[in-house]
């Protein structure tokens, strides 16, 4: 249907088309790559009757099983990152609870040591510390499912843009509607809840069971602290807070890096300026509007938008800074067989230049003069001019630029423009050619500057296409800031939600520095109330419940950095300017970890520190 919707005759005879997406069932024991194998054959035999310029490896043929097309490949990462991200702060919360468990376990050791001696079985007390632990895993569960409700706006809210074309909205469009708590839902929550429950109660229920019945009983004025083991030795205390450590540092270290990539990202030098600048798309139906009526109609509007008021110029563009881009085709640097590159075309008006602010390095922009049949001319951006003619000047120059609706045309260099980043924020700028829209008129796209909001200029700019032809769709609103945080949209989901689970990492392992500290301060009453009896200041006393928080804080760190160290190797292709080992970045989040861990150790400590010792010799 392509040519004759389009009145495009050459549509799909013309051998520099790269815009088509075939979908096709295989036969059966067809295998995907058989398939890739015979399409790899035929892409070769394609490249011999017409060869396509070098560095083009995504216009070859490629097989891609359409279940992986279906959903954006770099946002299919990201939610496997953020998946790796929940699993993690799942584990961290197991750790935290099993260590305020066997806190609770020890409390409750002459209660345990009573059971045992009337006759209970260590299995049936096995049994009753896990099913409390469950209880407990069943309540998280279930405050997650409410919690998860508005954790479901969170992520609608920063839903990732797809990369726009026309495949993106055929088969790749993130449906925010089916992101919903469902029965699989919930029936997933309550086997992980369960699951949870019995993984952090099991440890508290073994060491409980196995309990020195004759010297638990003989344990009568010790209390339960009798035989506490400080948090420097080696004990499951101390080795699941260190294990804490570890996992948050892990969750911290990505999200500090993912943050300083998007603080990088965010300034990257685009090349054009986004403030100020209201962006549409119109659509102009090619049965209606001829070559002759486009350009007219695109004249029209451009004269009637600047007369509006608060409008500084206007523009028609094919493509917009950062989203992508509209069309690739080749440069030839000589009539026929010659040097050939590729380049993005961009068919603007005189103003683009003036309306993104994209400076004019030499030579001069388009014209009234530049119309359909006056001589074909063109602008090069700075990497073309440098890439296709090294130590020339092109302006003068004659190319042959091969476009999907007229064939290969001759035309002029007649300028050098700045370097724009089209294809995203996070890729270098391309070669660029562009052209004039009244000899190259692909689309009715206008781009306004304004004095003021842009945003206050739409219903004037909608007003004037209507009035031009009430029939045309005006969609894509939306002001060049917009656009631009729509471009930055995968990594901001990334950088936010992993930040948010590094957070909540972060809490947790502050709430289990301090349970561990806390509990150790309270089983360490007499031994610090002795100490104090016989000389020892309050500064000493903060000073030895804090330094041994900051010891365990220290062997997590030193288990956690190189964990980190290996497990950020998976974000290396999410991010922009920063590398995976980034020493900034885990400087950074490695003496955060220990300020929280110091802060969780001090309260405690402040307490130990004001201990009387006439009652803490009569504690227990």
């Not at 020195?212 to 080696?234: C, H, I, P, Y």
């Not at 009244?438 to 007003?463: D, F, K, L, M």
Request: charged content about 20%; hydrophobic content about 50%; proline content about 4%.
């Amino acid at each position: 249907m392509s040519p004759s919707l389009l009145h495009v005759p050459t549509r799909l005879t013309n051998a520099g088309n790269f815009w088509l997406r075939i979908m096709a069932r295989s036969d059966h024991g067809v295998s995907a790559t058989q398939a890739g194998t015979d399409l790899d054959a035929l892409g070769r035999e394609m490249e011999k009757a017409d060869p396509h310029p070098s560095k083009m490896e995504e216009w070859r043929v490629r097989a891609t099983p359409l279940a992986e097309a279906k959903s954006d490949p770099a946002i299919q990462k990201s939610l496997l990152v953020m998946f790796a991200a929940v699993g993690l702060v799942l584990l961290i919360a197991c750790v935290n609870v099993a260590n305020l468990l066997l806190g609770r376990a020890v409390s409750r050791q002459k209660e345990v040591a009573v059971r045992l001696a009337v006759g209970a079985s260590r299995r049936a007390l096995v049994g009753q510390f896990l099913t409390e632990s469950v209880i407990l895993g069943l309540a998280g569960g279930l405050g997650g499912v409410f919690i998860a409700a508005y954790g479901i706006d969170l992520a609608t809210a920063l839903r990732p843009e797809a990369l726009e074309d026309a495949w993106t909205h055929y088969v790749r469009a993130l449906s925010t509607e089916s992101i919903r708590i469902d029965a699989w839902v919930v029936a997933f929550n309550l086997a992980v809840s369960t699951l949870t429950g019995l993984l952090f109660g099991l440890l508290p229920a073994l060491q409980a069971s196995k309990l020195d019945l004759n010297q638990a009983l003989k344990n009568v004025t010790g209390g339960w602290s009798q035989g506490f083991r400080g948090l420097r030795g080696l004990n499951s205390r101390s080795v699941l807070i260190v294990a804490e450590t570890a996992l948050a540092m892990v969750l911290l270290a990505g999200a500090g890096l993912m943050i300083e990539s998007f603080a990088r990202l965010l300034g990257t030098r685009l090349g054009a300026a986004t403030d100020h600048i209201l962006t549409v798309e119109i659509e102009l139906p090619r049965a209606k509007y001829t070559e002759a009526a486009h350009i007219r109609f695109d004249e029209q509007l451009l004269e009637h938008i600047a007369a509006i008021p608060g409008v500084q110029a206007a523009t028609i563009f094919n493509a917009l800074p950062a989203r992508g881009q509209f069309d690739h085709t080749s440069l030839d640097l000589a009539a026929e067989n010659g040097t050939r590159a590729a380049v993005g075309v961009h068919s603007v008006s005189a103003d683009y230049f003036r309306v993104f602010r994209i400076p004019v390095q030499s030579g001069r922009v388009f014209n009234d003069r530049d119309g359909a049949k006056a001589p074909k001319v063109l602008l090069v951006n700075q990497n073309a001019a440098r890439s296709l003619w090294p130590r020339e000047n092109p302006i003068g120059k004659h190319v042959w630029l091969r476009t999907w609706e007229t064939g290969q045309q001759e035309a002029e260099v007649i300028g050098i423009v700045g370097d724009v980043r089209y294809d995203s924020l996070e890729k270098p700028p391309e070669n660029d050619v562009y052209v004039s829209f009244r000899q190259y008129a692909e689309t009715a796209n206008v781009a306004v500057r304004t004095t003021g909001n842009p945003v206050a200029a739409t219903s004037a700019v909608v007003r004037v296409v209507h009035d031009l032809d009430k029939d045309l769709p005006v969609y894509g609103v939306k002001a060049m800031d917009e656009q631009i945080a729509d471009a930055t949209s995968r990594t901001r989901f990334s950088t936010v939600l992993l930040a948010v689970f590094a957070a909540v990492a972060l809490l947790l392992a502050g709430i289990g520095f301090y349970g561990v500290v806390a509990f150790s301060v309270a089983a360490r009453t007499r031994e610090i109330g002795i100490r104090m009896a016989l000389g020892a200041r309050a500064d000493e006393v903060l000073k030895l419940v804090v330094t041994d928080g900051l010891l365990l804080c220290g062997a997590g760190l030193a288990v956690g950095v190189p964990l980190a160290f290996t497990a950020t190797r998976v974000l290396s292709s999410s991010l922009y300017g920063t590398k995976p080992g980034d020493p900034l970045a885990f400087a950074g989040v490695s003496i955060l970890l220990t300020l929280v861990a110091g802060l969780a150790s001090y309260i405690p400590a402040r307490r130990a520190a004001k201990v009387d010792p006439l009652v803490a010799l009569r504690y227990e």
